[in-house]
Every structure is written in structure tokens, then in C-alpha cells.
């Protein structure tokens, strides 16, 4: 026991002495600190890796400041960010439904911001108290393996009733709602427009047709371009892109009516003090027409906002789809208690694919 | 005074007869604390509080509540087993080749045994559906089979025990080359079957090693994170749902308390290793002089085991060829026309990250590497304060999933007194800590082999504990020592989740870059660049090699004058 003892204590001094050592260093580092507005910017972004450098080139261009990134996805972002929050390591978050920005907002982790472009904006994709800015939206589609389709001699499926359909029994991929806001705006959008009962019924009878829950929301489009499922539920920007790969895959979208993501950015609360003008004018800029419109040349096909910006060729304009009129605050606060009756009804049925 | 103070008083005055043997003590106590434990601390800490600060244990109820959680957590354990069992055997098969029969191509046979872990894992979960997925090259292009379900538990079973062998490979060929021959000379000249010596001799003298390699293997299938993400279908997996309750759920303290749960399993086996096996050790290194080592070179032997290995290398070649391949070609899956155009792409893009990489292991490897012969040295020839929980601690991290490795490490590090997120110093930290294991068990099973009263001889000659560690213990447990070092180098180049959390935009690495670029479809791109990673690692590993061997090794010496 003894002997336990005063290990305890030998480590606890060792631990003690250490930390004098490192606070002395710490304090020295907060005092360089410039007050001055840096030329550099510290962004999380939620966007393709591949996509990513397309805006910040133009943006330096444009304004002369350097965006230096860390790519993660829109959940690690939001799990960043919350362990970060005595201690911030970037000052904007770039990209991700919106979903997670709503989250992020309630655990008081973004600084809001209205930028005089959200004029340009419509009200509706808009959050009241501008904690986030929209920057695209992205209508829920299906991806199609063309040459499935063609040998089997079946028609594109056209509502989310078709995807009940017998003939396609395992040949649907879809993200868990669990792990993907793809997946969740599927989950929302079907509970908006059906209620929640039926929805859920409807989740149920879907499983059967299921032949993977993906982890991320973009996985089931590629898993389509690989022939590892005849449709794939996914985001349009994200089922257009194995077709540019050269994957033998097509588009089509529920005429009965679909849901849509906002992409959003915002500010993060407490960020490196240096950067937050510069963040402010990134905030614009990716707003702006200009910022828009590098969606039309960087084969992101994303859905600018803007409505004064151009509508990349391809992409099909989201007014001219059926979308409903997704409640995005309302799909925020029941997403907890849907998600786990979703893996309620799903792992009654069957288990977790 | 009772005993236990006669023997900690005891203990106390052997230290002090050696000053910096006890600073050395001290310092990897002090840096294991705040590396490994200090970490730990804070993710439970935060796991059982609630956002305002107070504590709570209703997270952890509800989570044991949860059946589904206690399924995966079953699923997590029986995959590791299977996976750890078959891993094993395949290791020892290929480390008893190489050390113990004249085979040919042994080089060849060698970079097979590791190659499976000088690529991201994921890699070979692509390759998977390649070959046998529904449009799979051998499932449908050759057997014409149109609808094989390659996702589940048996495609993890494959994948985990193909990507981790090499560690058990790695642990058993370091323990086999320690094991004196003589012995096994003495019984076959005896009259004994090699069949018998074998069973008699050989195997009871690498169970430590055998053991250590299960224990290695059953806790990284435990924190495996991309294999089951990718292939695991059907059966889900405790790494895999954590990371699904963190960032897709929001919850960061559930998905803390699951991975929490993951180190259970790990303890356990921990610590049944430690106290069963503790005794199985037999001594054969006694510094007497032995013969040439004697290999076994029957046919009858040589051949089945070098067919074994050879079907086994013909696997690895298949699905690591799959990924060269996809790095030639323009399309994966759609148009095999030959290019060189994923390579200009990665060479004018992604240097940056790569030389990062490169860096970053390259700081951490000689570290890793020492310290982790310098535990493994202390734990099992010293006696010390401390002593159970330096070897207990060191093995922490590696059992946590990568990505709560990450998070408690931004938990400990972002804040006064250890401001470190956002430096190299903070990746470097946790490939050091992270990577210890294998060449602590390594070095742990080799020492087992070796008299202590070699390094006795050394002191009582008035070499000090430094001394006789570099000239005397290090030569002999050098196949460890390489080992050990080969791992952290590759692990560090190739380590994914347990930095996703912790990169900065100043160091972002490569393993990063080839994640996203799976995401937009781009695999022959994410397959240049991890072949540009195999070509470095290669390089590497011969260098380490070269390093290695230039290490004095005590044996060679006395057999030289032996036939001298």
C-alpha cells in the first residue's frame, strides 16, 4: 500500500514540475501576440479537399490574405470546436449542412454575423440571427447506375415511392442518419412530408430494399460508380461527381417532392483575435457573386445562394426542382430523438446493415 | 519493518547507486503521465460532466442500458479474437521461415511479412470490392458471380488478420532470432524428430512472444477504425460507433465513454498476459559460446512451409498489386488506358504533406524506438517505484481508437499549463506514445531469452546500467530494436484517425490528403500516392536496417573467435 503510495506521489510531483516548466513558455507565446489584423487566416473546412484550394486562390487574388486550411468532415469540425473552445485554432468553419452549424449554435460555439451580402440571399435559406451564413444548397437525389438500369430494362426510379419497389431488393445505398446529415435531411424531409408514423413505416419498408448504410453521406453515389448498388440516396452535387470521374452514373430526382441541405459558414466564437476581420471580408467574399461563381467553373456543382450569381452547367437550378419546404430549426431539434427511433424500427426489422 | 519496506528501502539505495538510471526513471514516469495519462484523465473527466460543469454518471448508465451498444461491443471483441488467432498463426509461419529454415528469397519473403503495414488500412478495404465486390475483378470478371456480398465480417476477418500480421510477424521473428540455437542443436543431436523439437523446444520458447502478438493484434483490431467504416456492412463495430455517436450524433461524451469501454477488453488481456505468461520465459541466451546456427533445411519441412508463405505472399501481391495498378490507370473500375497522370498530380500538389509526414516520423521514430527499449529494459530487469505502471500506461494509448486519442489530446493540450495544439510537437508526441507497444513487447519477449547475469557480468566489470544497456542489451534484442522501429515509422507515416483531430493548417499531413481524395471518388489519385508512400517507407526500412546492423552485435564477436 505504502509502496503505492508514494509512487502516487513521486508521479504527481514529477506531473507538478513539468507543468511550471511548459506554463512559463505558455505565457510567453499569449504575450507575442500581435493585436494587429493578420494577412492569414486559420479555416476548418468541411468541403472536398479537392475543391478547396479553387476558392482560396480566387479569394487571394482578390483580397491579397492567405486561408490556411485543415480539412474534416462537418462532425469533426463540431466536435473540434467544442473540445477547442477555451482555445480556438481557427476562426472560421467552411462548409457542412447546415444542420451541424445549428448544433454548433446551440452549444454557443459560433459568433453570429450578418454580412451586407445575405441582401442577395433569400430570407428562407437564411438563419435569423445570422450565428451561420448559407453559401449553397443541394437538393436530395438519386444516383443511378445507367448500365444496371439499362440491362435489367427498369425505369430511373421518379418519387420515393419508386425506391419501395420489389426489383430493387438490396440494390439501395444510403447513409446512416446516425453518422450523415445527408442521411438525416433524407430522414427529415420524409418525416415533413409523410408525418411521423408513416415516415417511419416507410423507413422501415425502404430497409428491406437497403443493401448498405454507408458512414458518410457522399459514400453512396461512389458506391453506385463502382456497381456496388443500382441507386444510391445522396445530395445532387454529390451524385454528379463519379459521373465526371467517368463512372457510368446518372441523376434522377423525386418529382413528388424532395428535401435540401444549406452548406453553411460561420464565424467561430473566441477565434485568434488577429484574424477576425479578415475573416469577415473571407465571409463576403464567399457570399458574393464572385465567390458564387466559382461553383460554375470548379466541377463542384454546387447551388449558389446568390441569386445574382451563375448556376453551374449540368446542375439542375433548385427552382426548378420539386423541393418542399424543408423546416431546417425543426429538423435541428428533433434530430436526436428521430434518429434513434429511425434505429429503432430499422434494428426491429433487421439488424444494422 | 515488514518486508515490503525492507524491499522498498532496498530498492531506494540500489537507485541511488545510480543517479541518472533513476533520473531516466523518472523522466519517462513524468513523460508517460503527461502524454499517455494525464489525457485519459481529462476525456473521462470530461465524459461523466455535463456542459455547466457538474458530474455525472447518467452517460455511462444509459450507455450500458443501451443493447445495441453492448451487441457491438461483443461484435468488437469476437472479430478481435478471430482476427488476433489467425493473424498470429500466420506471423509465426512466416517468422519461423525466415529465421529457422534455409529457404530462398528471404528478402522477398521479409518485405511481404511487412508490407501490409506500410499503407493506410483502408487501402486494402478498397481493394476488397475491387476484387470481390459485384463488379469485383475474381467475384464477377472471373467467376462470373453477379451478386457477392463483400460487405461484413468475413471480408474484416481477412482484412484485419492481412493488415496485422506484420506485427505479430514482426514480435516473433525478434523473439525466433533470440532463441540460441544450441538448444535445438543439443536435442536434434539427441536423436530428437524435428517435429519434437519443435514442440518441445522451439514453441514453449516463444510463447512470450506468441502472447505478446495476440495481445498486440486483439487490441488494434479492437481500435480498428477504417477497415470496419469501410467494409464492415452488416456488423457494426465499439471504434466505429463511437466515432459515429461523436460526429454524427454530436455526442462527444457518449462516443468518449465507448471508447472508454474499448480499453476494458484490452486490460484484460493485458493483464492476463502479464500474469500468465510471466514465468513461461525460459533463459537461452547465456553468452557461452554456440555453434553456427543450424537451419533446418529437410525438404520435407522447408517445403509446405515455403509453399505456405508463398500463397500467402501471392494474396498481399494481389491486392497491393490491385492499388499499383489503379495508380497507372485512368479510372479505376472504368478505364484501365495506362497514365502517368495521378503521379504529376500528387508530385505538383501534395509535396508538402508528404514531406511533413516524412518529417514528423522521421522525429519520432528514433524516440519511439528507444524509448521503447529503454522500458522494456526497465520493466523486466530493474526494480523500481513504479515499475507495473510504466508498463501498464505505456500500453494505453495504443488500445484507444484513434480518433478519442485525438480528442483528449486537444482536451490536454490546448489549454495552460501544456499549450501544445497546433505545433509538430503534439503529432510527434502521440506517434511516440502511441506506437510504443510493439517494441516494447518486441524487446519485452527477447529479454525474456536473455541471462540477466549477462549484464551482470558487464557491471560487475564496471560498466554503469548505460553502458551495459548500449553494448550488451541493445545488440542483443537488435531484431526488436528494428522492429520497433520500423513500426513507429510506418505507423507515424500512415496513421489516420488518431491525427484527423489534431492536424493544424501548418502541419497537415499526407494519410489526410489520400482520405479525401476516396471521398471524391478520386482513387487513382488517393493509389499514386500511396504508392509514392510505399516507395518512402521502403527506403526507409532499408535504412533502419542498414543503422541497425551496425550495432555491434556480442554473439557474432564470441562466434568469430570461437572459429577463430
Redesign the interface.
Same mark, same amino acid.
Given at each position: 500500500m505504502?509502496?503505492k503510495f508514494?509512487?502516487t506521489v513521486?508521479?504527481a510531483l514529477?506531473?507538478a514540475?513539468?507543468?511550471?516548466g511548459?506554463?512559463k513558455?505558455?505565457d510567453q507565446?499569449a504575450e507575442g501576440a500581435a493585436v494587429e489584423q493578420s494577412k492569414e487566416l486559420?479555416?476548418y473546412c468541411a468541403l472536398?479537399?479537392?475543391?478547396i484550394?479553387s476558392y482560396l486562390e480566387a479569394f487571394k487574388k482578390d483580397t491579397g490574405i492567405t486561408v490556411?486550411?485543415?480539412?474534416?468532415?462537418?462532425?469533426?469540425i463540431?466536435?473540434?470546436i467544442?473540445?477547442?473552445k477555451?482555445?480556438p485554432?481557427?476562426s472560421i468553419w467552411y462548409g457542412g449542412n447546415c444542420d451541424?452549424f445549428i448544433?454548433a449554435a446551440n452549444?454557443d460555439l459560433l459568433e453570429p454575423y450578418r454580412s451586407p451580402e445575405l441582401a442577395n440571399i433569400p430570407e428562407n435559406y437564411q438563419d435569423p440571427i445570422g450565428n451561420w451564413s448559407p453559401v449553397y444548397v443541394g437538393a436530395l437525389a438519386f444516383a443511378v447506375d445507367k448500365d444496371w438500369f439499362a440491362t435489367k430494362g427498369l425505369e430511373y426510379p421518379h418519387s420515393w415511392a419508386d425506391l419501395l419497389k420489389p426489383e430493387f431488393e438490396?440494390q439501395i445505398s444510403m447513409a446512416?442518419?446516425?453518422?450523415?446529415?445527408t442521411a438525416y435531411t433524407i430522414l427529415a424531409t420524409m418525416v415533413q412530408m409523410l408525418g411521423e408514423e408513416e415516415a417511419m413505416t416507410y423507413m422501415g419498408e425502404l430497409n428491406k430494399n437497403i443493401r448498405?448504410y454507408t458512414?458518410?453521406g457522399?459514400a453512396p !453515389?461512389?458506391n453506385v $460508380?463502382?456497381?456496388?448498388a443500382a441507386i444510391g440516396l445522396a445530395f445532387s452535387h454529390d451524385c454528379l461527381? !463519379?459521373a465526371v470521374? $467517368?463512372?457510368?452514373v446518372e441523376v434522377s430526382f423525386a418529382d413528388d417532392g424532395t428535401g435540401y441541405e444549406i452548406g453553411a459558414i460561420a464565424l467561430i466564437k473566441n477565434g485568434p483575435e488577429e484574424e477576425v476581420e479578415s475573416a469577415k471580408k473571407f465571409i463576403d467574399w464567399v457570399l458574393s457573386k464572385k465567390g458564387q461563381d466559382v461553383y460554375s467553373t470548379n466541377s463542384s456543382f454546387r447551388l449558389p445562394v446568390n441569386s445574382n450569381a451563375v448556376v453551374p452547367e449540368g446542375a439542375i437550378n433548385i427552382s426548378d426542382l420539386p423541393v418542399i419546404d424543408y423546416d431546417f430549426l425543426w429538423a435541428g431539434e428533433n434530430?436526436?430523438r428521430l434518429?434513434e427511433k429511425f434505429?429503432e424500427v430499422i434494428?426491429a426489422k433487421e439488424?444494422?446493415? | 519493518m515488514n518486508n515490503?519496506?525492507k524491499d522498498?528501502l532496498w530498492k531506494l539505495k540500489m537507485l541511488r547507486q545510480e543517479p541518472v538510471l533513476v533520473l531516466l526513471i523518472?523522466i519517462l514516469?513524468?513523460a508517460l503521465?503527461?502524454f499517455v495519462i494525464?489525457p485519459l484523465v481529462m476525456i473521462i473527466r470530461?465524459s461523466i460532466t455535463t456542459?455547466d460543469g457538474t458530474y455525472t454518471i447518467q452517460t455511462i448508465i444509459d450507455v450500458i442500458k443501451n443493447a445495441?451498444y453492448r451487441?457491438t461491443f461483443m461484435n468488437s471483441v469476437k472479430l478481435g479474437v478471430i482476427a488476433a488467432g489467425i493473424a498470429t498463426v500466420i506471423g509465426y509461419i512466416f517468422a519461423f521461415t525466415i529465421t529457422r529454415t534455409e529457404v530462398p528469397c528471404k528478402g522477398f519473403l521479409k518485405t511481404m511479412a511487412t508490407l501490409p503495414i506500410i499503407s493506410p488500412p483502408f487501402v486494402l478495404s478498397l481493394s476488397i470490392?475491387?476484387l470481390f465486390?459485384?463488379?469485383g475483378l475474381i467475384t464477377n470478371g472471373i467467376l462470373g458471380i453477379t451478386?457477392f456480398n463483400?460487405?461484413g465480417m468475413h471480408s474484416l476477418i481477412l482484412v484485419q488478420s492481412l493488415s496485422f500480421f506484420p506485427i505479430a510477424y514482426l514480435t516473433l521473428s525478434g523473439i525466433l532470432e533470440a532463441i540460441d540455437s544450441s538448444v535445438e542443436d543439443a536435442a536434434l543431436n539427441l536423436g530428437a524428430s524435428r517435429w519434437k523439437i519443435f514442440w518441445t523446444v522451439t514453441f514453449p520458447l516463444s510463447l512470450p512472444g506468441i502472447f505478446s502478438a495476440l495481445l498486440l493484434v486483439f487490441i488494434q483490431s479492437l481500435q480498428d477504425f477504417s477497415n470496419p467504416?469501410v467494409i464492415g456492412?452488416?456488423y457494426?463495430t465499439l471504434g466505429?460507433e463511437a466515432?459515429?455517436?461523436?460526429?454524427?450524433?454530436?455526442?462527444?461524451r457518449t462516443g468518449a465513454i465507448l471508447s472508454i469501454m474499448l480499453l476494458l477488453p484490452s486490460l484484460a488481456a493485458f493483464l492476463l498476459q502479464k500474469y500468465w505468461v510471466s514465468g513461461k520465459g525460459f533463459v537461452t541466451v547465456t553468452g557461452k559460446p554456440s555453434q553456427n546456427r543450424t537451419k533446418i533445411d529437410q525438404k520435407h519441412i522447408v517445403i509446405p512451409l515455403f509453399t505456405v508463405c508463398l500463397m500467402l505472399c501471392a494474396v498481399i501481391i494481389l491486392f497491393y498489386g490491385t492499388v499499383i495498378v489503379g495508380a497507372f490507370v485512368?479510372?479505376w473500375?472504368?478505364?484501365y488506358s495506362f497514365t502517368f497522370d495521378h503521379f504529376r498530380y500528387v508530385l505538383s500538389?501534395g509535396l508538402k504533406p508528404l514531406k511533413n509526414a516524412i518529417l514528423l516520423a522521421l522525429a519520432a521514430t528514433p524516440i519511439a524506438g528507444l524509448t521503447g527499449m529503454a522500458i522494456a529494459f526497465l520493466t523486466v530487469r530493474k526494480k523500481f517505484?513504479?515499475k507495473g505502471?510504466m508498463s501498464l500506461s505505456a500500453m494505453l494509448t495504443f488500445a484507444l481508437p484513434g480518433s478519442v486519442v485525438g480528442?483528449s489530446y486537444?482536451?490536454a493540450f490546448?489549454?495552460?499549463?501544456?499549450?501544445l495544439?497546433?505545433t509538430a510537437f503534439i503529432l510527434i508526441c502521440v506517434f511516440v506514445f502511441r506506437n510504443l507497444p510493439v517494441g516494447i513487447e518486441g524487446a519485452k519477449s527477447a529479454l525474456m531469452q536473455i541471462d540477466p547475469s549477462l549484464e551482470e557480468a558487464s557491471i560487475n566489470m564496471g560498466a554503469n546500467s548505460f553502458q551495459t544497456f548500449f553494448h550488451v542489451t541493445l545488440p542483443l534484442i537488435k531484431g526488436a530494436f528494428f522492429s520497433g522501429l520500423v513500426y513507429s515509422f510506418v505507423k507515424s507515416m500512415t496513421a489516420v484517425s488518431a491525427i484527423?483531430?489534431i492536424?493544424?493548417?501548418?502541419w497537415?499531413v499526407v494519410t489526410?490528403?489520400i482520405f479525401?481524395?476516396f471521398?471524391?471518388?478520386?482513387y487513382s489519385d488517393a493509389a499514386a500516392y500511396i504508392v509514392i508512400m510505399i516507395l518512402v517507407i521502403m527506403a526507409a526500412i532499408y535504412v533502419l536496417n542498414f543503422l541497425v546492423n551496425l550495432i555491434n552485435s556480442p554473439q557474432k564477436t564470441a562466434k568469430k573467435t570461437v572459429k577463430g
Open positions: 505504502r509502496n508514494i509512487t513521486a508521479v514529477g506531473v514540475f513539468l507543468m511550471t511548459c506554463t513558455k505558455a507565446s486559420t479555416m472536398p479537399e479537392t475543391e484550394p490556411n486550411f485543415v480539412r474534416l468532415s462537418a462532425g469533426e463540431l466536435s473540434k467544442q473540445v477547442e477555451n482555445n485554432q481557427a451541424s448544433a452549444k438490396g446512416h442518419p446516425g453518422s450523415s446529415g448498405q458512414k458518410s457522399s !453515389p461512389k $460508380g463502382l456497381g456496388e461527381k !463519379p470521374q $467517368g463512372y457510368p434530430r436526436t434518429i434505429t434494428a439488424n444494422l446493415k | 515490503r519496506t522498498f523518472f514516469l513524468a503521465s503527461i494525464f470530461y456542459e445495441s451487441l470490392i475491387f465486390g459485384r463488379k451478386d463483400v460487405y467504416a456492412g452488416g457494426p466505429v466515432y459515429r455517436v461523436i460526429t454524427g450524433m454530436y455526442d462527444l485512368k479510372v473500375g472504368i478505364d500538389v517505484i513504479g505502471y480528442i486537444i482536451l490546448n489549454d495552460k499549463p501544456f499549450l495544439t497546433g484527423i483531430f492536424v493544424s493548417a501548418r497537415n489526410t490528403r479525401s481524395l471521398e471524391v471518388s478520386q
